[in-house]
């Protein structure tokens, strides 16, 4: 539908949170399928219990409810009969899983691409109401950027935190099962993720601050570019090509820099969360021999399962702090398009919405001054009859 107009930045969320309750089905479709998705990883994550027990000729002896319902399932079988029937359900409830991951994926697109139509049309519609004396005062390059670019960055981050549904399930589903097997290890795998997030708060914010200079130097750039394309009848015509060329290049080298800036911050995500998740999984290991030793009541097994879990939720939990750095880069787009469509302090027709009837033969002006706010007269003493027609 057609966005309402909105009275300022209080009202831009309040009007998107009703965007948002418009689309709640798709949304809770979306929810629906990474919680699914999320729970197929922590079965699919179980069915190795089976077959360490298998292994050891021990079935179910330190693995607790629920997680050791399929080999009680299976206890009857024999070791390669129960491989055979593991294999083939990791195959179906990878399938399964497959699929959910793909309905959230397509779910987050499709709300990613509404989202971008409608702060598009806000952005337009606002172009459209908004005073002349407040367009003649920002540059056109700035407003197409934040009405087409900034959008589609924060259609991007509408994306980010849609595919982050399913990832932050699957941690809590992990750790779930973590603290099950041994809340001993639990707990220091708790306070080691910690650890690994806190590490990474500093490159949150100098991505903040990379994403706050690159939507500015974003619409240098732009600017700088429309005015080539407005002006090149005077660029050409004064012989300007190199000059103007070295003004864009600046232009652009500045873009790049925080361009760059904020891709080293997600870069420095991955090896600075795989050190310290991978001395994470270092200390599990020495943890998990030690109670093991001292046959503390923790089964082969359950530690065996317990270091694979804490290495499977590596990756989202990686994944997550990849995001924590994107959307931080990606915020300020998204207060810059919400600053625009703020109608604080910018100048609207009070008028013109309401047919009138009387106009029969002519309009006339007879002596007319008009100049905009904080600027010189556009018309001074013009005096003209209009027919009507």
């Known amino acids: 539908g057609r966005p309402c107009r909105l009275g300022g930045g209080s009202t831009v969320m309040r009007e998107f949170e009703k965007f948002l309750w418009r689309h709640k089905s798709l949304i809770l479709f979306l929810v629906v399928t990474g919680i699914a998705a999320s729970i197929l990883e922590g079965f699919g994550l179980s069915l190795v219990i089976p077959l360490l027990e298998g292994i050891k000729g021990d079935p179910s002896s330190h693995i607790p409810f629920p997680l050791n319902q399929i080999s009680q399932f299976l206890n009857h079988l024999d070791f390669s009969r129960r491989v055979q029937i593991v294999a083939v359900l990791m195959v179906i409830t990878t399938m399964i899983k497959g699929i959910m991951l793909y309905l959230s994926n397509v779910s987050t697109f499709r709300l990613q691409t509404m989202v971008m139509k409608y702060y598009r049309m806000l952005c337009f519609d606002q172009l459209m109401t908004v005073g002349m004396g407040y367009i003649n005062t920002q540059k056109n390059a700035h407003l197409q950027t934040i009405a087409i670019t900034h959008t589609q960055n924060l259609g991007a981050l509408i994306n980010i935190v849609g595919t982050l549904i399913p990832k932050i399930f699957t941690i809590l589903v992990l750790l779930v099962m973590?603290?099950?097997?041994?809340?001993?290890?639990?707990?220091?795998?708790?306070?080691?993720?910690?650890?690994?997030?806190?590490?990474?708060?500093?490159?949150?914010?100098?991505?903040?601050?990379?994403?706050?200079?690159?939507?500015?130097?974003?619409?240098?750039?732009?600017?700088?570019?429309?005015?080539?394309?407005?002006?090149?009848?005077?660029?050409?015509?004064?012989?300007?090509?190199q000059e103007i060329r070295k003004e864009f290049e600046q232009e652009v080298d500045h873009f790049n820099s925080n361009y760059f800036q904020l891709a080293k911050n997600h870069g420095s995500v991955q090896p600075l969360f795989e050190t310290t998740g991978i001395g994470s999984l270092a200390l599990i290991l020495v943890m998990g021999s030690f109670l093991l030793s001292k046959s503390s009541g923790e089964g082969l097994e359950a530690v065996l399962t317990f270091i694979l879990i804490f290495f499977r939720l590596l990756s989202p939990a990686m994944a997550i702090n990849q995001a924590r750095v994107a959307i931080a880069g990606d915020l300020p787009y998204y207060w810059e398009v919400h600053r625009f469509l703020e109608r604080e302090g910018k100048p609207y027709i009070q008028n013109g919405g309401r047919l009138f009837k009387g106009f029969r033969h002519s309009l006339e002006l007879r002596s007319v001054d008009f100049q905009y706010r904080s600027e010189i007269s556009v018309l001074q003493d013009v005096s003209c009859r209009i027919l009507k027609g």
Do not use: H, P, Q
């Open 178 to 241: 973590l603290t099950l097997l041994s809340w001993k290890m639990a707990i220091v795998s708790f306070l080691l993720m910690g650890f690994a997030s806190l590490v990474l708060r500093r490159v949150v914010y100098k991505a903040e601050v990379a994403g706050k200079n690159l939507t500015r130097t974003d619409k240098e750039m732009n600017n700088a570019a429309l005015d080539v394309i407005f002006g090149m009848k005077v660029v050409r015509l004064f012989s300007r090509e």
